[in-house]
C-alpha cells in the first residue's frame, strides 16, 4: 500500500523558513517523479513544485520559483525560504501517476501538512 | 500558459441524479495529460480519471470522463451521498507544468 507522509509544518513568521518532509513508502520511490501541490484555506488546489525519480530534474511554479527548492533522496523535501503570507496553506505531497515525465497526474497523496506565515 | 476553466461553480444536485461537470483549457490539452479528482473537506485530494476517460483504481464506474481538446467532461451517473464534493480538473503542460481547475462543488 502507498503512503506518504508529510512533516515539517507550522508556524512561521514572514521573511523566515521551514523545510517539509514526505516519507513515502508501498512503491519503488526512484521510479517515480513527485510533487508538491499546496492549498490555501478555503480554496483551490495550485502545484508547487516537482522532482523526477532520480531527483535531476527539477520544477517550479513562477510563484516559488527562486524561494523554494525541492530535493530528495529516500524522502521528497520542499526547503521554503523567504516565506510570506501568501504562502500559508496546506502542502501536499503527491506521487505521479506515471513512471515517465513528470507522472502527468498524481494517482497517491498524503494528508497534507499547514503551513501558516505571520507575524 | 494553459488556464483551466470549470462550470459551473456549484451544482446543486439530489441522490440519484446525474452530474455533469465541465472542464474548458484555454488551449488544446493532449488527452493524456487531462486528470480529475474528488476532495472532501478536511481531506486529501482522491484521483478518480486520468487521460481524460481512464477510471484509475478502485473508482466506481458511476465515474466516467470523456473529451478532447479544449473540452473535456466528468459525468457521475448516478450520485451516491459520498459524492458530494468538490471536483477539480488538471492538466500537464509546459509552463506551468501542472495546471488545476478552480473546482466545481456537487452539492445537497
Known amino acids: 500500500e502507498v503512503q506518504l507522509l508529510e512533516s515539517g509544518g507550522g508556524l512561521v513568521q514572514p521573511g523566515g523558513s521551514l523545510r517539509l518532509s514526505c516519507a513515502a513508502s508501498?512503491?519503488?520511490?526512484?521510479?517515480?517523479?513527485m510533487s508538491w501541490v499546496r492549498q490555501a484555506p478555503g480554496k483551490g488546489l495550485e502545484w508547487v513544485s516537482a522532482i523526477s525519480g532520480s531527483g535531476g530534474s527539477t520544477y517550479y511554479a513562477d510563484s516559488v520559483k527562486g524561494r523554494f527548492t525541492i530535493s530528495r533522496d529516500n524522502s521528497m523535501y520542499l526547503r521554503m525560504n523567504s516565506l510570506r503570507a501568501e504562502d500559508t496553506a496546506v502542502y501536499f505531497c503527491?506521487?505521479?501517476?506515471?513512471?515517465?515525465?513528470?507522472?502527468?497526474?498524481?494517482?497517491?497523496w498524503g494528508q497534507g501538512t499547514l503551513v501558516t506565515v505571520s507575524s | 500558459e494553459i488556464v483551466l476553466t470549470q462550470s459551473p461553480g456549484t451544482l446543486s444536485l439530489s441522490p440519484g441524479e446525474r452530474a455533469t461537470l465541465s472542464c474548458r483549457a484555454s488551449?488544446?490539452?493532449?488527452?493524456?495529460?487531462l486528470a480529475w479528482y474528488q476532495q472532501k473537506p478536511g481531506q486529501a485530494p482522491r484521483l478518480l480519471i486520468y487521460?481524460?476517460?481512464s477510471r484509475a483504481t478502485g473508482i466506481p464506474d458511476r465515474f466516467s470522463g470523456s473529451g478532447s481538446g479544449t473540452d473535456f467532461t466528468l459525468t457521475i451517473s448516478r450520485l451516491e451521498p459520498e459524492d458530494f464534493a468538490v471536483y477539480y480538473c488538471q492538466q500537464y503542460g509546459s509552463s506551468p507544468l501542472f495546471t488545476f481547475g478552480p473546482g466545481t462543488k456537487v452539492d445537497i
Open positions: 503527491a506521487k505521479g501517476g506515471a513512471s515517465y515525465s513528470y507522472g502527468l497526474h498524481f494517482d497517491h
Open positions: 508501498g512503491f519503488t520511490f526512484s521510479s517515480y517523479a
Open positions: 487521460a481524460a476517460s
Open positions: 488551449q488544446s490539452v493532449s488527452s493524456s495529460y
